[in-house]
């Protein structure tokens, strides 16, 4: 056998086993060979939110004469937050409620009068429609007296001041912010891929920064929209048994995992 010969046997055997042998992506025990992992668990980035605050504005103009709380004081559903000098307008409601006793009177007399026959019936028709003005007067002027005092809506905590007592206010202006510190949300933004298992009623444990402690909780609910741009979306949940020391505004990591499937043997 010649030299060349024996150059061309053994460059034709390399080409063999080149094609015999598996190559990389196939090999044993490589990435693709491998079954797709579960997916882990992950932190969250999570952030205690009040689920009923609110924005206290002035519903009339002007000066105040009790504003008797202070950033971070609580209050009762009901609890007066602020109050308005109001002498005019409680002046104008005796007056409305003065005018209507007088309609009154004027319609008793001219019912009895009716009823002998000796009024008309539009005198009549027309002191009843007197009575219902000067009713609606009374009502207006109650209104506006009644705007003169802020109530609580709800019982809370105070959040924010916007004004002091003594000061002369707009109508609309923001006089103080509330929030019910007792019923505690927890804001989320996870991959919207995660719908496939995220549902309310998933529980989770949730590590608050400020505290140092881990509470259980659960999703109670989803938002109604996908952002299409991260493809991510805000979940809500809610702690188990909130502590005292929780506040909104604090935050912490919530550990969420897809459930384990289990296969029947």
């Not at 949300?185 to 995220?198: K, M, R």
């Not at 608050?208 to 952002?227: F, H, M, N, Q």
């Not at 188990?240 to 459930?259: I, V």
């Amino acid at each position: 056998m010649t030299r060349l010969s024996k150059q061309l046997m053994g460059g034709a055997a390399v080409v063999l086993a080149s094609l015999l042998l598996p190559g990389p992506g196939f090999a044993a025990g490589s990435d693709a060979a491998r079954p797709a992992a579960e997916p882990a668990a992950r932190d969250i980035r999570v952030q205690v939110v009040a689920e009923t605050s609110a924005t206290i504005g002035a519903p009339m103009a002007g000066r105040l004469t009790q504003f008797p709380l202070k950033d971070g004081e609580r209050f009762t559903q009901g609890q007066v937050l602020a109050r308005f000098f109001c002498a005019e307008k409680d002046g104008a409601l005796g007056h409305a409620r003065a005018l209507l006793e007088g309609k009154r009177q004027v319609f008793s007399s001219k019912q009895k009068l009716h009823n002998l026959g000796s009024s008309s019936e539009v005198e009549f028709e027309v002191a009843q429609a007197e009575v219902q003005e000067a009713a609606a007067d009374v009502q207006t002027a109650q209104a506006m007296v009644d705007s003169c005092v802020v109530a609580a809506p709800f019982a809370g905590r105070v959040s924010g001041i916007f004004t002091h007592n003594f000061q002369f206010v707009g109508t609309g202006a923001p006089l103080l912010e509330i929030l019910s510190d007792k019923d505690l949300d927890l804001e989320l933004i996870v991959p919207s891929l995660w719908l496939a298992w995220l549902k309310p009623g998933v529980p989770f444990n949730v590590a608050i920064d400020e505290t140092g402690k881990t509470y259980s909780a659960k999703i109670t609910r989803l938002s109604g929209k996908v952002d299409a741009v991260s493809r991510s979306i805000k979940i809500y949940g809610k702690i188990d048994n909130p502590a005292e020391a929780l506040l909104p505004g604090m935050s912490g990591r919530a550990l969420l995992a897809p459930p384990i499937e289990t296969t029947a043997p």
